[in-house]
């Protein structure tokens, strides 16, 4: 229901009703074939498969304290500030740690991240969650691994484009009509696989460009923690 929300749609849990932005009155779920029984259903698979909400549910804190982000790293056995570079960063648990971060907040409305900049990250969380799901599909945890499966995603593009223009060549100049038929399917099949390699190629090039910039976040959010913590243990000492 919060995807909906967010998309602008309004439902009444009474009425068991749901609103389109553009209509005056809502439509009842039962209506639209969806009972309580099949939404369930469909939660209860989505968690099942779905490695962040495995995650999440293993990892979950329950009472999280004023500090986030070192609850978090204690939880988990990392500190974001041991990694002195972006190549050193476990990615999968940089787009990890950003989720659970968002999440905690959006459970519990009186914590809050320090950084400003890293709270207005959260309007991204969907995204995190897909770059998690394709770094963690793919076994990719660290930049160099994400380096190497561009690389092998475009060679492998690059040798199947060969391919198709050969067979491209061929159909222009038929033996018989029964070649013709069978390279422009063998073209066809081809291009289908190349499909998903350029979205994977994107999909990673996008993980590759933001990642620097989110791993400064959570750098920034990991020193002014450090700052609060700090503070509060001085004053306590002069009392």
């Known amino acids: ?73 204690r939880e988990l056995d990392y500190e974001i500030e041991h990694s002195h570079s972006t190549y050193t960063v476990l990615l999968d648990v940089l787009f990890y740690m950003l989720i659970m971060l968002f999440k905690i907040m959006e459970e519990n409305s009186d914590v809050l991240l320090f950084s400003p900049e890293l709270r207005a990250a959260e309007k991204d969380i969907r995204d995190y969650i897909d770059d998690y799901n394709f770094l963690f599909h793919n076994e990719i945890q660290t930049m160099a691994e994400l380096e190497t499966n561009i690389a092998s995603n475009e060679e492998r593009i690059s040798r199947l484009e060969t391919e198709r223009q050969k067979l491209s060549n061929r159909i222009r100049r038929p033996k018989s009509p029964e070649e013709l038929a069978q390279n422009k399917m063998l073209r066809k099949e081809i291009t289908k696989e190349i499909e998903p390699l350029r979205k994977d190629v994107k999909h990673a090039k996008r993980i590759r460009d933001k990642s620097p910039h989110l791993y400064k976040l959570l750098k920034l959010e990991h020193e002014l923690e450090s700052r609060e913590i700090h503070r509060i243990r001085e004053g306590s000492y002069e009392r």
């Not at 068991?16 to 099949?38: C, H, N, Q, V, W």
């Not at 962040?52 to 549910?57: H, K, N, S």
């Open 1 to 73: 229901m919060e995807q909906l929300r967010n998309m602008g749609y309004e439902y009444d849990s009474y009425r068991d009703t749901i609103k389109a932005p553009s209509r005056e009155r809502g439509i009842r779920l039962g209506r639209l074939g969806y009972t309580d029984d099949s939404i369930n259903a469909c939660t209860e698979r989505n968690r099942k498969y779905d490695p962040y909400f495995i995650e999440w549910d293993n990892h979950r804190i329950r009472q999280p304290d004023k500090f986030l982000l070192a609850q978090l790293e």
